[in-house]
T-cell receptor
Framework: DAGVTQSPTHLIKTRGQHVTLRCSPI?????VSWYQQVLGQGPQFIFQ???????GRGNFPDRFSARQFPNYSSELNVNALLLGDSALYLC???????????????FGAGSRLTVL | AQKVTQAQTEISVVEKEDVTLDCVYETRDTTYYLFWYKQPPSGELVFLIRRNSFDEQNEISGRYSWNFQKSTSSFNFTITASQVVDSAVYFCALSEASGTYKYIFGTGTRLKVLA
């Protein structure tokens, strides 16, 4: 079975541009979460979506937005890119209820964004 | 406030040595979950273990073992007879039972196993 797939794997943008990152969860997983991992740090929570609704949002500016589609895939959008947005963006899916802390997250390999 | 501290930034060991990775957490919840993930150079976080706050039994899985102690808010991870393939960044994470469903990760410990 396919795991969590993310695209693109690498991309380079310039300041002020917009980026869209895509994620396909494991088949049957209805919850998708996004995390930002800056070099040398642990992942930081950005969003969680469950059944196409936003269920949680981390401490990120409004330049960050996301959505989940009827097939449970998801997009993360970042507007007006800053140098500090350079990071590995990880998508994770889980099988259980959206509000259970027991859920095990399965992560994709990430999209590495470089902002010049 | 939730917090996970991994004080060891980087550890280097020689193959076949045992190594322990430390994790200390902070939470006000009585019900919570702790996790360990491994991140190889490919970038994908690989799940290793989950423990809940009511289960303090230590666990052994092959060369891996975990020591959960609520009294010291620690959840340490030991690799016995380390191998070069164990080289990776290891993250400890905390998830609370209520509220926003999210993981709080530590800053990770980079383990280098030298042949």
């Amino acid at each position: 079975d396919a795991g969590v797939t993310q695209s693109p794997t690498h991309l380079i943008k310039t300041r002020g541009q917009h980026v869209t990152l895509r994620c396909s969860p494991i088949s049957g997983h209805k919850s998708v979460s996004w995390y930002q991992q800056v070099l040398g740090q642990g992942p930081q929570f950005i969003f969680q979506y469950y059944e196409k609704e936003e269920r949680g949002r981390g401490n990120f500016p409004d330049r960050f937005s996301a959505r989940q589609f009827p097939n449970y895939s998801s997009e993360l959008n970042v507007n007006a890119l800053l140098l500090g947005d350079s990071a590995l963006y990880l998508c994770a899916s889980s099988l259980g209820r959206w509000n259970s802390g027991a859920n095990v997250l399965t992560f994709g390999a990430g999209s590495r964004l470089t902002v010049l | 406030a939730q917090k996970v501290t991994q004080a060891q930034t980087e550890i280097s060991v020689v193959e076949k040595e045992d190594v322990t990775l430390d994790c200390v957490y902070e939470t006000r919840d009585t019900t919570y979950y702790l996790f360990w993930y491994k991140q190889p150079p490919s970038g994908e976080l690989v799940f290793l273990i989950r423990r809940n706050s009511f289960d303090e039994q230590n666990e052994i899985s092959g060369r891996y073992s975990w020591n959960f102690q609520k009294s010291t808010s620690s959840f340490n991870f030991t690799i016995t007879a380390s191998q070069v393939v164990d080289s990776a960044v290891y993250f400890c994470a905390l998830s609370e039972a209520s509220g926003t469903y999210k993981y709080i990760f530590g800053t990770g410990t980079r383990l280098k196993v030298l042949a």
